[in-house]
């Protein structure tokens, strides 16, 4: 069936250092999601990507779907400490209806 | 505009019992999801609703079911509770065509099973 892999699993990080996490999927998508989790809380939607080579920005985040739409990163410039938690990427299962086949999420942690 | 409410935050009970959890999507959403969320499986898919009707459902037993009422919320049930099954059950709602734009969950229902 269908997976969607993140990686790395952990990353830790020095305030203002840079971090990107990556997404892969087994199949193509018609669209990815990615999503924020803080500590205790429950995931918060970021941003959709829909077109084949589409790069967004949000503030320090930057989003980009690649070319063939099998992957995806997330790159945060700068971190905060308010950028603690984890990030999933998500698809479309069998890219059908509304269901989300999500990653496995990576955690950032943020040395102050 | 309120956003998804999921209820009881928090549950405990024992292992045989079953446990019923509900959730309202925002107004106007009428695709309700549900997922578990576990440590080590992280977030898997139970089931989609959209007018009163399961879309999707995804590889849980039989012990998993829901159901949507016309009012478009939605509860989640698990009869003969198993440890295994302690997890945080999120909901979410969405629009139901193809091109939402993504989930908005709501806070969860931690379920421990002892």
């Known amino acids: 069936g269908q997976q969607v892999m993140q990686i790395p699993q952990y990353q830790h990080v020095q305030e203002g250092e840079d971090f990107t996490t990556y997404c892969n999927s087994s199949?193509?998508?018609?669209?990815i999601q990615w999503y924020k989790q803080r500590p205790g809380g429950h995931p918060v939607f970021l941003i959709q990507?829909?077109?084949?080579?589409e790069v967004k920005k949000q503030k320090r985040l930057t989003f980009q779907f690649g070319e063939a739409k099998k992957n995806s990163s997330l790159h945060i410039t700068a971190t905060q400490t308010t950028d603690v938690g984890t990030y999933f990427c998500?698809?479309?299962?069998?890219?059908?209806?509304?269901?989300?086949?999500f990653g496995g999420g990576t955690r950032l942690m943020v040395k102050p | 505009k309120a956003g998804v409410t999921q209820t009881p935050r928090y549950l405990i009970k024992t292992r045989g019992q079953q446990v019923t959890l509900s959730c309202s999507p925002i107004?106007?959403?009428?695709?309700v999801s549900w997922y578990q969320q576990t440590p080590g499986q992280g977030l898997q898919f139970l089931f989609e609703?959209?007018?009163?009707?399961?879309?999707n459902k995804g590889n849980f037993p039989g012990r998993f079911s829901g159901r949507q009422f016309s009012n478009s919320r939605s509860e989640m049930n698990v009869s003969t509770l198993e440890l295994g099954d302690s997890a945080l059950y999120l909901c979410?709602?969405?629009?139901?065509?193809?091109?939402?734009?993504?989930?908005?969950f709501g806070s969860g229902t931690r379920l421990t099973v002892v």
């Open positions: 998500a698809g479309p299962y069998n890219n059908a209806g509304n269901m989300l086949t």
């Open positions: 979410a709602s969405s629009l139901p065509n193809r091109e939402s734009y993504g989930y908005t």
């Open positions: 107004s106007g959403h009428r695709s």
């Open positions: 199949t193509t998508l018609s669209n």
């Open positions: 609703y959209f007018s009163e009707t399961q879309r």
């Open positions: 990507l829909v077109k084949s080579g």
